[in-house]
């Protein structure tokens, strides 16, 4: 008989695929004179491939961890311009409504720019002045940045804020599966080998040669 498969038919729903625990060895290798050079082989080559994928989602974690504080940082400044923006054009109305009942008051006139500072690499920061826009650019990655207005950078950001939280929570649960299906392997592995140390000490205690009566006599005298 041969050995059963390494990897379940059961999957995470990344596709990532279960480990069956082996709990009767001997079946599971096809009898008990089978031979697990074969069956440990592949025992860590599944050991690697889940290694590897662990390794992979570990950095994707990583960059979305330092992703996902960046994105929040521009969106909150971009609602920051709208509001601004919003509060202005109440502003406006109200002046209107001022107008009217007293033409002598003197209009507020527009707001003073916003000065701030705005970062050109981890140690450096320049200092800007916000004029009253509408538009704001935005970083796409590969050195690409494209004019957005306002509300549509909301847009845009907040469903990709999404989808790099959506991103995050299942990497962190594949990562938790992907443990789960290590340890699982190692045990697998280690129960194996064992099987076969034991095995073969058995078997050397039956080829061993017993002692002859003559032999046990001999001893005695």
Sequence with gaps: MSSQAIFSEEKNPRGIP???FVENIESYLGGGDADVEGPLKRFQDALAKYRYMDGTLTQRRASL?????DIKKTL???EFLRDRR???GASDDNNEDDLDEDLDEEDEGPPKPLTTAFELNDTLYAEAELQDTDTVYLWLGANVMLSYKIPAAITLLKSKLEAAE??????IEDLEFL???ITVMEV?????YNWDVKRRR???????PRPTASQSVAELD
């Design 202 to 208: 058995e078997k050397r205690e039956k080829q061993a």
């Design 86 to 88: 919003e509060g202005k």
């Design 166 to 171: 959506t991103t995050l929570k299942n990497t």
């Design 179 to 181: 443990r789960e299906q």
């Design 18 to 20: 279960k480990a069956p």
């Design 76 to 78: 909150d400044m971009v």
């Design 65 to 69: 961890e330092e992703k996902i504080p």
């Design 188 to 192: 697998n592995t280690a129960r194996v």
